[in-house]
């Protein structure tokens, strides 16, 4: 074993010290540098960007999540995360770094049942997740306030203000996790949630859905009374043959990567039928299947999700990233490293060439409604957005080199503000490119 040093300071002392180190990164990239976009100095095209972005996809899907995209602005920023990247990468940035969410905007936020069944609100999505500069998720929420903010009829003025709220939310959360105690930090929760309407709404949501819901929704009975999936293209169908087989012999290399208390449970449940789900925008085009399990009979449903994992969008712009040789495991992991409560049977798995995440098709899932975001709605989601993303980058990273690096936060939220206002212009401008590729026939949407 080996032998373990005691420092000799004290632990306001270590902390001192370390709020001084991301203090001092300001000498390498000033906070007022976060504002800065520069458009003009892009040396690539946003649309091979997006295109090159879905290879290792099933290419005819791809059609539908163009067109899901073209819906407006925010649905095309939702589904164009591999453009952003880009941009950020060309940009200064603070070197402190943290486990990020990645895809980090309004819509990725949603409530869920916990493991032990209460219902709770975060982040839902962890595809793009990575250790990266911690201010390009703040960069990316913060723009994606804005441009739903718009699609919800707001004026320029608040949502540029919304954006600047979470982002002060963020450094005031930052602030006050650097002063607590690393576990106190660790079990964190946002307590806020029933006193804000979108949210409320999203969890009444999650109150509302019931596993035997989903199971009427995704399935029908066969004439010998099992359950098989509904033939609803271009959403849902049933999966046989190999494909089959694939998925559930992939099942057994899931198990293994369980902890033993959870291996229990899942033993405990029979799959019965395999099915293939369309999913969001970003993610359609990857390989997701659903596999219907039962426990304790035919009412006792669970579904598992086993979705398609690839590379990062942020990998290629970050050293020693592509190292990873499972990116299902890459995105649990990085679940795991942000939230205090993850799914029961969060686990990874392979079929064939492609690495895959498996989850709960949650059955208790709660979504943001961008309509609840009229009035004071966008705001106060803005606030709770801000504490949920800072306690997820305090728990993957150090709380308080980045509340050195930020300092009261006043000058950080206008920097971030202003970038998030440019980069909603940027993002409505390549939205227009977007859709000229569309008609040029460069790309084909659905």
């Known amino acids: 074993m080996p032998e373990i040093t005691v420092p000799e300071k004290t632990d306001a002392g270590l902390n001192t010290e370390r709020i001084a180190r991301g203090r001092s990164r300001r000498e390498v990239t000033s906070r007022q540098a ?206 046989s043959g190999e494909a089959r087989q694939g998925v559930l012999h992939s099942l057994a290399v899931y198990r293994d990567n369980l902890a033993p208390e959870r291996r229990h449970f899942f033993d405990l449940f029979q799959p019965v039928d395999v099915g293939f789900k369309v999913v969001g925008i970003g993610s359609v085009g990857l390989r997701d299947y659903v596999v219907l399990c039962e426990g304790n009979g035919t009412s006792d449903p669970l579904f598992l999700q086993i979705k398609q994992e690839t590379a990062s969008a942020y990998a290629p712009y970050l050293p020693g990233a592509h190292t990873r040789r499972h990116e299902g495991q890459r995105v649990a992991e990085g679940q795991r490293a942000i939230q205090p409560l993850s799914d029961l049977l969060l686990g990874w798995t392979t079929i064939g060439e492609h690495t895959f995440l498996v989850r709960q098709l949650n059955d208790h899932k709660g979504s943001i409604d961008l309509q609840r975001l009229r009035g004071s709605g966008l705001k106060s989601l803005g606030l709770v957005a801000g504490e949920l993303l800072a306690r997820g980058h305090a728990r993957s990273g150090d709380a308080c080199q980045i509340r050195g690096y930020c300092g009261s936060g006043d000058k950080i939220t206008r920097a971030i503000g202003a970038f998030a206002e440019a980069y909603a212009d940027q993002s409505e401008a390549d939205y227009t490119a977007f859709l000229g590729a569309i008609r040029s026939g460069k790309i084909k949407a659905a």
């Open 34 to 239: 976060l504002a800065t976009l520069q458009p003009d100095r892009r040396t690539f095209d946003p649309v091979a960007i997006l295109l090159a972005s879905a290879i290792d996809r099933v290419r005819q899907l791809l059609p539908l999540k163009y067109a899901r995209m073209k819906a407006s602005p925010f649905a095309f920023f939702r589904g164009a995360v591999s453009i952003m990247a880009a941009d950020l990468a060309n940009l200064p940035n603070s070197g402190l770094q943290a486990q990020l969410c990645g895809d980090a905007h309004v819509q990725n936020l949603g409530s869920f049942a916990a493991p032990d069944g209460k219902l709770i609100f975060d982040f839902t999505d962890f595809d793009e997740t990575i250790r990266g500069p911690w201010e390009w998720d703040v960069k990316r929420m913060a723009a994606s306030m804005i441009l739903a903010g718009r699609e919800s009829g707001h004026n320029r003025a608040t949502c540029k203000s919304a954006a600047q709220a979470f982002v002060a939310s963020y450094c005031k959360a930052m602030d006050g996790f650097s002063r607590q105690p690393v576990l106190e930090v660790a079990r964190h929760q946002v307590r806020r949630e029933h006193r804000i309407e979108p949210i409320h709404a999203a969890l009444l949501q999650s109150e509302r859905a019931r596993p035997l819901d989903l199971l009427n929704k995704l399935t029908e009975r066969n004439r010998n009374g099992i359950s098989r999936f509904r033939n609803q293209r271009p959403n849902v169908w049933r999966v």
